[in-house]
């Protein structure tokens, strides 16, 4: 059968064991009521229903508790942030004590950097990739600062090479071998966000540390998306937040993993406050700071319960579906199918900038639609973005010309590929 037809993506569809996930969660709706292709959730993941369900719960807990909803009910307060442990542990391949949910991304990447960025002598430098996500940059530029640093001269910026929009792991090697003594620090995405790469975290890693770099990875792109193994990798911090795939809501809490040889170190520098102190003298009031000795001892303040709630919402839906193993499987398949579709419809149209090698991407495709289409056209590539959403399908957008899609294998059909597939082949002529 013709693999481009809504029959054949049909077929797909009621041969995937985890297309009953997509009733679990709210599908945004177009104009004329029928769902919206929704392929972003690499930007922001849809809502699952037991989200609100948990949200709501917490509200009547308030509701009707008051300061004792801190200890009484299902799922007290004050050890909330616990509830969420575990599952964040399997997502990120880290034992319980090495992971924590809390505060914001960027802020987490801060408080890392206080304790795994600590310029000494020659070992100044922090290494960064060229394209790196904003405020990953910012945030270190201002660590740099922050040590009264020269910004210009400690930045070591891993480059792709002249006319290619890859990294590639040779060259950072390279990097590593000639000012690997000048390094302090080196922080990489796990996935990057504009071209969908996945980085190879465990042979960095090495290298790395055979340099005596301590490494760390933003895994914003990259939990909720492919398998990670961050204790087994001897990665030695890793933060992400969790309203991409991890699905919990616009700026929900983050998460941050510390591996467990430092974890344990009780005397490694941190910004403190008392929710990282020994929770059994944490109410004692005394002003002799003692961290927990798990990844516990880097929080701050009482858990955000508001926002944890989504998060144990969207984490018990991730359960349901049988976990991170179970979604990278269906997750290589949905995207493989766009390949396919993709390569038989809009060849020579199309140019797909993320590396095809399964263990080079995560769901996420970036394309660029080849020039000489978009001048045939009389339209730029903006316009072009603009007229595949009226037609009811969310992708998005990153200047200069990148169209990115996420096929997210929770709540994405094999159908939803085929339509996105025929709208946009309808806008390119
Ligand atoms: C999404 C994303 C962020 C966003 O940071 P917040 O602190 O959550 O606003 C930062 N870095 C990367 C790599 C991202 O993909």
Redesign the pocket.
Known sequence: MNKYSLNYAQQLDKQDPLATMRAQFCIPKQDNSEEEYYFTGNSLGLQPKLAREYVLEFLDSWQQRGVKGHFEGDHPWMPYHEFLTEQAAQLVGGNNNEVVMMN???ANLHFMMVSFYQPQGKRTKILIEDHA?P??HYAVESQLKHHDLNEQKNLLLWQPRQDEELLNHDDLYQLIEQHGDEIALLLL?GVQ?YTGQVLDMKTITEKAHAKGINVGF?L??AVGNIELSLHDWQVDFACW?SY?YLNAGAGSV?GCFVHQQHAQNTELNRFAGWWGHDKTTRFNMVNNFQPIATAEGWQLSNPPVLSLAAIRGSFDTIKMAGGIKTLRKKSLKLTQYLLDLLNLELNGKITVITPLAEHQRGCQLSLVINKQVINDLGINGKTLFNRIEAKGVTTDWREPNVIRIAPVPLYNSFSDIYHFIRILKACLV
Request: with cysteine; charged share 20%.
């Open positions: 914001s991304l960027t996500f405020s990953d995405p966000y933003d914003a792109h937040c991409k983050a």
